[in-house]
């Protein structure tokens, strides 16, 4: 199995360029999320979606747009790049447990992302 | 509101010594799921545990192990017989019950094992 799989792994943007950054997972997971990682900090939510076509706002979701149009796909689209989304993103998924609760989620490699 | 603290910002020591990790949250659920993951320096995470709010038993996974006191809302993380293979940057997470398994990282622990 692949997993999660993302792309690209790095990138250079100028600033208000825009771009996607695609993911997918191979283990029908219903649960797929977007995570930056800043130098230093740990990782904060984005976006998240628990399903096809369902998509919700995380903690930081200002400049940035989601879909989720399949059960495998969760891709992030960067609108007007700025030096502030500057970082490392990851994609990652998991499956509802019982209780309400994520299971395991399985974290794809990170895409770094550099505005200039 | 839900959140995790790690104190401990860098962590050295020395081969074969013994490092607990500190993880500290917050909530105000009565069901939700503590996590650790391992970064290391190559950039994946790598998942190590999860445990669930009702479950305090203490684990043990060969030098690894783990204390999850809802007393003290905390769930350290303990390796015994450090390795250099075990210099990473540590991260605990919370996830709330019924939330989208969305979760609420620390800001990490970086760990540096010397020879």
């Known amino acids: 199995n692949a997993g999660v799989t993302q792309t690209p792994k790095f990138r250079i943007l100028k600033i208000g360029q825009s771009m996607t950054l695609q993911c997918t997972q191979d283990?029908?997971?219903?649960?797929m999320y977007w995570y930056r990682q800043d130098p230093g900090m740990g990782l904060k939510l984005i976006y998240y979606?628990?399903?096809?076509?369902?998509?919700d706002k995380g903690e930081v979701p200002n400049g940035y747009n989601v879909s989720r149009s399949t059960t495998e796909d969760f891709p992030l689209r960067l609108e007007l790049a700025a030096p502030s989304q500057t970082s490392v993103y990851f994609c990652?998924?998991?499956?509802?447990?019982?209780?309400?609760?994520?299971?395991?989620?399985?974290f794809g490699q990170g895409t770094r992302l550099t505005v200039v | 509101a839900q959140k995790v603290t790690q104190a401990q910002t860098e962590i050295s020591v020395v081969e074969k010594e013994d490092v607990t990790l500190d993880c500290v949250y917050e909530?105000?659920?009565?069901?939700?799921?503590l996590f650790w993951y391992k970064q290391p320096p190559s950039g994946e995470l790598v998942f190590l545990i999860r445990?669930?709010?009702?479950?305090?038993q203490n684990e043990i996974s060969g030098r690894y192990s783990w204390n999850f006191q809802k007393s003290t809302s905390s769930f350290n993380f303990t390796i015994t017989a450090s390795q250099v293979v075990d210099s990473a940057v540590y991260f605990c997470?919370?996830?709330?019950?019924?939330?989208?398994?969305?979760?609420?990282f620390g800001q990490g622990t970086e760990l540096s094992v010397k020879p």
């Open positions: 990652a998924s998991s499956y509802s447990g019982q209780g309400g609760g994520g299971t395991e989620a399985f």
């Open positions: 909530t105000r659920d009565t069901t939700y799921y």
């Open positions: 445990r669930n709010s009702f479950d305090e």
């Open positions: 979606s628990v399903g096809a076509g369902i998509t």
């Open positions: 997470a919370l996830s709330e019950a019924y939330q989208g398994g969305k979760l609420i």
């Open positions: 283990m029908n997971h219903n649960y």
